[in-house]
Nanobody
Framework: QVQLVESGGGLVQAGGSLRLSCRFS????????MGWFRQAPEKEREFVAA????????YYTDSVKGRFTISRDNAKNTVFLQMNSLKPEDTAIYYC????????????????WGQGTQVTVSS
């Protein structure tokens, strides 16, 4: 069965950095578009970033462009989200997402989700 397990969340001061990891298992990892979403308290789930099967194409929401970088290591079945220059507004639960179709991932209609990891950015 497909399983996504996130790690790397935590508490960091504004301006600091964190790297989230999501390990995928159960299906050939290279066949899947991977993405990250986040949900802040009392707000709707928000698309953050996505990366194509090969890693050649990446997509970001405007608020994280220039600060966050999504990458993947297909040999390790893992997708990463490097988060730099963190702001309190980035505080949220971050979810890993996977699907074979890039549009389903970008729209949040992807087939598979991780359980989430908490990121808290203090002022």
């Amino acid at each position: 069965q497909v399983q996504l397990v996130e790690s790397g969340g935590g508490l960091v001061q504004a301006g600091g950095s964190l790297r989230l990891s999501c390990r995928f298992s159960g299906r050939p990892f290279s066949s899947y578009v991977m993405g990250w979403f986040r949900q802040a308290p009392e707000k709707e789930r928000e698309f953050v970033a996505a990366i194509s099967w090969s890693g050649g194409s990446t997509y970001y929401t405007d608020s994280v462009k220039g600060r966050f970088t999504i990458s993947r290591d297909n040999a390790k079945n893992t997708v990463f989200l490097q988060m730099n220059s963190l702001k309190p507004e980035d505080t949220a639960i971050y979810y890993c997402a996977a699907d074979t179709n890039v549009n389903r991932v970008r729209s949040g209609a992807n087939a598979y989700w991780g359980q989430g990891t908490q990121v808290t950015v203090s002022s």
